[in-house]
């Protein structure tokens, strides 16, 4: 079957095309990537929407039940001001119209309890949790880096006890890990206070118990990539040419085995976001997790709304800064923009 010399002429073409022009390659990806951002945090607007209003119990009825602190059955007459006031009596449209402009201007609604705007709220209690995410992060990263470059590669002995460490302490739960934490480190030896708060003495038990399971996944993901890059024929190239083993070890064979590590971390943060909720408890320490549950508890559909709003939003970012970083980690990539 012959084949069309037009199609194997425009392929080194369109390649070369590409490499004169990596930056417009880039912009172009990047540029595709906001743009399927945008449409993930649409979808998460919009499921949070359906779910809030298909879920059972009358949103007239639990708000006045909520500012009157009685659990009663309420009249058709009681209903119709809150219905009216808050739009619950109009078509669901039109309630999802002005629920996603009232987003897009920032207005994630008034807390039915607190009878306070729910960003300002959310604004009182982000920064504690978001600080103790991050942190636990940074401090996973600081773990399983060092700890895959020690173990991995360096025969099957080590390479095994260092994979069966990972497994350990992937499966270790968050709320396991903190109480024996506070119970060595705060009860016991009292180098850290009992009663959390948002010092840096305060922070550091929360962020070990977040950032111990974490280490073990990453260290899990970098580690298969690591044995797998050992392989590659540029390692033994580089190795040829003289270099010394910890040279390609930590200059050729760990950048790429941190890509799958950069991709769990936009897993990680959601996982952190969301684990917050129980560590801040264990922990007793301000931030959204203790707003997130009493208002799950007390049915402030606003409230929740808002923090799973803010969740989605802070997910689909940094998945954003992170799919741009790979970009900067592994050269390979931009020639395929």
């Known amino acids: 079957m012959a084949v069309d010399s037009s199609i ?200 070990v118990t977040l950032a111990i399971p974490l280490a073990g996944f990453l260290g899990q993901s970098i580690r298969s990539e690591f044995d797998r890059t050992m392989r590659e024929p540029f390692v033994l190239s580089a190795r040829a040419r003289g270099m010394s083993g910890a040279g390609v070890r930590a200059r050729h064979v760990l950048r790429h085995a941190l890509i799958p590590g950069i991709t769990l971390s936009g897993w990680a943060i959601g996982h952190l976001l969301s684990g917050t909720v129980l560590v801040e408890t264990v922990f007793a320490r301000p931030g959204l997790g203790a707003i997130l549950v009493n208002a799950v508890s007390n049915k402030d559909f606003a409230l929740v709304s808002g923090c799973v709003i803010l969740n989605s939003f802070l997910y689909v970012v940094i998945n954003l800064v992170l799919d741009t970083i790979y970009l900067v980690v592994d050269p390979r990539l931009r020639g395929a923009a």
């Open 8 to 207: 194997i002429e425009a392929v080194p073409i369109s390649r070369a095309i590409a490499q004169r022009h990596p930056a417009a390659n880039i912009l172009r990806t990047v540029l595709f990537r906001i743009g399927s951002a945008i449409f993930v945090l649409w979808g998460a607007v919009t499921i949070t929407f359906i779910v809030l209003t298909i879920l059972p119990g009358d949103r007239a009825t639990i708000l006045l039940n909520i500012t009157s602190g009685q659990t009663i059955a309420r009249t058709l007459e009681e209903l119709a001001p809150i219905n009216a006031m808050y739009g619950f009596d109009q078509p669901i449209l039109t309630q999802y119209i002005h629920y996603v402009g009232a987003l897009l201007q920032g207005d994630l609604g008034t807390s039915f309890e607190l009878q306070r705007s729910v960003a300002n709220i959310i604004g009182e209690q982000i920064a504690p949790t978001f600080t103790l995410a991050a942190s636990a992060l940074l401090l996973a990263w600081i773990f399983a880096v060092p700890w895959t470059l020690f173990t991995a590669g360096r025969g099957r002995r080590i390479g095994a006890f260092g994979s069966a460490t990972e497994t350990i302490m992937a499966g270790l739960p968050q709320y396991w890990i903190g109480i024996l934490l506070l119970i060595i480190f705060a009860i016991g030896l009292r180098w850290f206070p009992v009663i959390g708060g948002t010092s840096f003495m305060n922070t550091v038990l929360p962020t």
